[in-house]
Structure formats: C-alpha cells, structure tokens
C-alpha cells in the first residue's frame, strides 16, 4: 500500500542556526552553506541547483530547477535563452525568486530580487567555456517553442553543426545571463519537531545587508 502522504516526514537533527553564529552580511554565508553542500550532497545531486521563480504579464506564477552559474557581492547569475518563457516573463516582470535546498544538510535559502542581463562580455565568457555540444545547442534550441517531436530538434542541431563545420560557435545574441540582484536572502536550518531556524537579511539599495 502506498504510503500516506500525511504520514511522510523527517524529523531534521544535524545542525542549528542562530544570528550568533551568522556574519553581518549574507554572501559569506552562502559561500560557506554552498561549499558545505558541495562537499555533502550525494551524487547525482548538484549544488548549484535551485529553483527560480517568475511572473509573467498577467500575474501567474512560474517555477523551473535551472543551476547557479556565478556568485558575487552582486548578486546571483544564470544563464539561459532570452526567448524562452521565463526569459519574455522576466522582461514583462524583472523580479523573480530563487530556493536552493539541500538535504543533506537540512539547508534552504531563499533569495529574492530584481533581475537584469549581465553584460554581453559576460554572457560571452562563460559561452565559451561550456562544452560544444552545450553552445551548439544554445543555436540549435528553439526553447519554450512547440516543435513537432525529437526529431525536429535533431535535425536543427545537425544543421546547426554544419554551419559551424570549419569555425568556433559564438554567443547567439537571444541567449545569455541574467543577475538577481538580492533585495532579501533566509537561511533556513531544519530543527526537531518542526521549529526551525530562520534567518532574515535584508539588503539596503548598496548592498548592504539589514537585520
């Protein structure tokens, strides 16, 4: 018999969370919670997953699980296609939200804020670091789009690979990064019998980081 939702929980043991043990701002402690989680989470699970949270024009909420690919005083950057939905959302409303959770660990962080393209150079660099397979595919995938089946998809990618025989892929101009740029980040550390610790920062318009 299947178990009873109501019936599925864990009790959270291995850690605390006080404004004794956190530094004044908030970067210094995701770094720390991050590196933790790099460290403990099990294969195949990835660190730097998360989910990010849109609207779109007419007020619906959106969620998908992208991956973290930069971190700094700034902000938090991921990258994707411009033209997809949570892309044309982020364009209608430049404000999203991102959870990171890791089991392991009994860790959530919660982090929302206003988002904005980062600058072509960045969005160049890391393109060129990815895999070819990867860039090729950021020209070959018309993401967000119906297609009429896989063998559609293919058939852009071989295409794709034809053009850029003889020469490196560059960045398309519709893919690239987007920075949240923090206006609140909760680090939350689950607790026995469900009374969890949550921590609140709160950060002022340069940066800094509120109580």
């Known amino acids: 018999m ?11 043991t291995r850690d605390g969370l006080t404004e004794a ?5 908030p970067f210094a402690l995701f770094q720390q919670w991050f590196a933790d989680a790099v460290k403990t989470e099990q294969v195949p699970v990835e660190a730097n997953a998360m989910t990010l949270a849109t609207v779109d024009g007419e007020g619906r909420p959106h969620c998908r699980v992208l991956l973290l690919k930069g971190l700094d005083e700034q902000g938090f950057t991921f990258f994707t296609n411009y033209d997809s939905a949570k892309g044309q959302q982020l364009q209608a409303n430049p404000f999203a939200a991102m959870t990171f959770f ?6 959530q962080v919660r982090i929302e804020g206003r988002v904005q393209k980062v600058t072509a150079q960045e969005s160049d660099a890391y393109y060129q670091v990815r895999p070819l397979g990867s860039r090729l595919g950021a020209w070959a995938s018309p993401q967000s789009r119906v297609i009429a089946g896989r063998e559609e998809l293919e058939g852009l990618v071989k295409a794709t690979e034809a053009r850029f025989s003889d020469t490196q892929p560059h960045c398309p101009e519709h893919w690239g990064g987007y920075r949240l740029l923090p206006e609140r980040i909760e680090f939350w550390q689950g607790r026995a019998s469900r009374l969890h610790d949550r921590l609140n920062y709160r950060l002022g318009g340069g940066g800094g980081a509120g109580g």
Do not use: I, K
């Open 2 to 12: 299947t178990q009873s939702l109501a019936d599925m929980r864990r009790d959270y």
């Open 21 to 25: 043990q956190a530094p004044g701002e």
């Open 102 to 107: 890791w089991p392991a660990l009994e860790r």
